[in-house]
């Protein structure tokens, strides 16, 4: 059988979950998905334990469901706000007599590229090869085989923040599912929504949610850049309350009604009723009043991300813009605010693995598809009181030692 990867994405406003199938050629088959609203986790930080392994436990029962197995174990998102991506070049001497590049060679590699001296709060959750190179030849994927007498490697080094990575574990592990591992969600992202081809070209990923924003720089088909903003979605209902004085409740309902990011989009700018923000009585704004506060709220945002961008990766992106998220590119508006801003091309994402329809279930999705590409074990799930656990029997996750001492630093 298929080896079966369960994926969770923690996000600040819902919880999804998605169960899929990897066959020989790495194609992923959705089994099951589930969300379930989240209200323990504030700007990409869990602040309620309790609330948030209720709502893991939700969404993961409703893809349990539909898939009809028990999920034991899954790997879990972990947002920008908690980790650092380090780029780091490393090698290793080849010293079997016939100079032929082994799986252990390759090991030893990956796992001393995560030896590198990081924070004393931080731990290395993971270590992803963009690429190997044998006595200079780069751009190899899978060097085992090969002979040669100097394996290097490029690696992301993926480093976490240990009180933030024992807060996520701590609530999966009270959802009574064992974690896996941790994928930082610029990697995950990517899987679901991008192209190859955009990758290739240079593309930024916007991916705003509900209390934060990632952006996400690919290039040559490697992310060469990832940050997380603490705004996102849930701060523009936030303005609205404040700048117009009425109730957060309304002004949710207000962007949510008009979806617009952009004043020139009003075709009919009237009064509308609104609860005062005691709601205690009524009162009448105009729509465009409320447009402009969340047009000034949207543009920020994109300055923010373009301004990282211009500081951290600068040059040319050839495939522009991707926006993602429903906090913000659902808007009429955003789009074209966003094209002139950064001064790209700029498109709405859309899923781009088969049997996902909606963004919620993006990221979820994308976690499935970038572990098996990783070729990292497989989640334990269980099907008609049968435990089927993977059959590989590969050691390369350094998430399996954080864990180990973050039990022993916590418990």
Not at 55 to 78: G, L, P, T
Not at 139 to 150: A, E
Not at 339 to 365: G, H, M
Request: negative net charge; glycine residues 8%.
């Amino acid at each position: 059988m298929s080896d079966i990867i369960v994926g969770i994405d923690i996000g600040t406003s819902k919880v999804s979950t998605v169960i899929g199938k990897v066959d020989r050629a790495l194609e992923v088959e959705i089994l099951g998905r589930g969300i379930a609203s989240c209200t323990g986790v504030k700007k990409g930080i869990i602040i309620d334990i309790d609330a948030t392994s209720d709502s893991i436990r939700n969404s993961v029962r409703i893809a349990e469901a539909q898939s009809e197995v028990k999920v034991i174990s899954a790997y879990i998102n972990i947002s920008g706000l908690h980790t650092n991506i380090i780029k780091h070049r490393n090698f290793t001497n080849i010293v079997s007599s016939n100079k032929e590049i082994t799986k252990e060679d390759v090991q030893k590699l990956i796992y001393s590229a995560g030896t590198i001296s990081i924070a004393e709060d931080c731990e290395v959750i993971d270590v992803v090869p963009s690429q190997f190179i044998v006595d200079g030849y780069d751009g190899i994927i899978d060097p085992v085989g090969m002979k040669g007498s100097i394996l290097e490697g490029d690696f992301d080094v993926v480093v976490g923040k240990i009180i933030s990575v024992q807060n996520i574990i701590r609530s999966v592990e009270k959802a009574g599912i064992k974690v896996d591992g941790l994928v930082a969600e610029g990697f995950a992202a990517g899987e679901c929504i991008l192209m190859p081809d955009e990758k290739d070209m240079g593309v930024i990923l916007v991916d705003i949610g509900g209390g934060t924003t990632e952006v996400s720089v690919f290039k040559n088909e490697k992310l060469v850049m990832n940050h997380c903003f603490a705004v996102g979605g849930d701060h523009i209902s936030n303005d609205l309350s404040i700048a117009l004085k009425m109730s957060y409740a309304e002004s949710d309902r207000i962007k949510k009604q008009y979806q617009l990011a952009s004043t020139r989009l009003i075709k009919n700018d009237q009064e509308i009723s609104v609860n005062d923000i005691s709601e205690s009585f009524k009162k009448n704004i105009m729509v465009s009043d409320a447009i402009e506060v969340i047009e000034a709220r949207v543009s920020e945002i994109f300055s923010l991300c373009h301004d990282m961008v211009e500081k951290k990766c600068p040059g040319s992106y050839g495939a522009g813009v991707v926006l993602s998220g429903n906090g913000i590119a659902a808007l009429d508006g955003a789009s074209q605010l966003a094209n002139e801003i950064f001064q790209l091309p700029v498109r709405v994402a859309s899923p781009k693995l088969k049997d996902i329809t909606s963004l919620e279930y993006c990221t979820a999705a994308g976690i499935v598809k970038f572990i098996a590409k990783q070729e990292k074990e497989a989640s334990t799930i269980s099907k008609k009181n049968i435990t089927e656990t993977n059959k590989k029997t590969k050691n390369n996750s350094f998430f399996k030692k954080l864990l180990i001492s973050l039990k022993e630093l916590f418990y």
